[in-house]
């Protein structure tokens, strides 16, 4: 099993930035490959980022590209999402989620482990 807890979320206004972690507990998650996903009220699951196992390779959807990056640091068992230039329109709780494997990652429905979600509010 992997737990998963994302921390970093808040309130901030447009053009801010806010660095969300997701910290793993139970495993190490260097073996894991991890995706953000975010849920806006009302909305589905909206993939957002994603990194490989290794951390040389990851996507990021058109809505965030140039916007949020996304880094691993297996030592510290974290996948960290550092968001800048926010949105109002990025308001939502954000996820944090494990899979074995780099493939099909911006389904929602691959991913074994899931946080909790932290909520990230941007104001305009």
């Known amino acids: 099993q992997v737990h998963l807890v994302e921390t970093g979320g808040g309130l901030v206004q447009a053009g801010g930035s806010l660095r969300l972690s997701c910290t793993a507990s139970?495993?190490?998650?260097?073996?894991?490959?991890v995706g953000w996903f975010r849920q806006a009220p009302g909305k589905e699951h909206e993939f957002v980022a994603v990194?490989?196992?290794?951390?040389?390779?990851?996507d990021y959807s058109s809505s965030v590209k140039g916007r949020f990056t996304i880094s691993r640091d297996d030592d510290k068992n974290t996948v960290d999402l550092q968001m800048s230039g926010l949105k109002p329109e990025d308001t939502a709780v954000y996820y944090c989620?494990?899979?074995?494997?780099?493939?099909?990652?911006?389904?929602?429905?691959?991913?074994?482990?899931w946080g909790q979600g932290t909520q990230v509010t941007v104001s305009s």
């Open positions: 989620a494990a899979d074995q494997y780099y493939i099909d990652y911006a389904n929602k429905d691959k991913y074994e482990y």
């Open positions: 139970g495993r190490t998650l260097r073996n894991y490959a």
């Open positions: 990194i490989n196992r290794h951390g040389g390779v990851g």
